[in-house]
């Protein structure tokens, strides 16, 4: 009976390399949430000041739009890839597959609506991906 208990302690390990990864992902959605606090406050900063302009063209206004268009979904995408990181720290498989499609659209979005093309965070992005791949035997 020991010896079976021990089996199964061992199955549901956590590897350390999915451990570290995991830490990784909570710091860096930790810092891209203050990241996005500090946005919001700066987008009601350019709000307040666009409103009170009264010269503020159309270009304007959309930038400021956009602006709180991309903070908006950045917040979702930083949410459901936590989320993501949250199911693979306990070793659920279905974690990585919310991880990828949240940090992919996460490229698509700062693609579209950010500062266009991010090759350190793309490659970031995919080897942060890659790395969790190969954990995906761990998980079930």
């Known amino acids: 009976m020991s010896e079976t208990l021990d089996n ?11 451990t570290v990864l995991c830490i990784l992902s909570f710091i860096a ?3 891209s949430i203050i990241m996005l606090l500090l946005g ?3 987008a ?13 063209g159309a270009e304007v206004e959309s930038a ?3 602006i709180w268009a991309y903070l908006g979904v950045a917040a979702a995408l930083i949410i459901t ?15 990585f597959y919310i991880y990828t499609v949240a940090a992919v659209a996460g490229i698509i979005v700062d693609m ?10 793309i490659i970031f992005t995919v080897a942060f991906i890659v790395m969790y791949g190969v954990n995906l035997k761990a998980m079930r």
């Open 8 to 18: 199964v302690a061992v199955e549901n390990k956590r590897p350390t390399f999915l």
């Open 29 to 31: 959605a930790g810092i």
């Open 40 to 42: 919001t406050v700066l």
């Open 44 to 56: 009601g900063a350019a709000t307040a000041g666009v409103a009170a302009a009264e010269n503020a």
């Open 64 to 66: 400021v739009g956009n």
């Open 81 to 95: 890839s936590l989320v993501g990181v949250i199911k693979m720290w306990k070793l659920q498989k279905s974690g």
């Open 112 to 121: 579209v609506l950010g500062a266009g093309l991010n090759v350190m965070g």
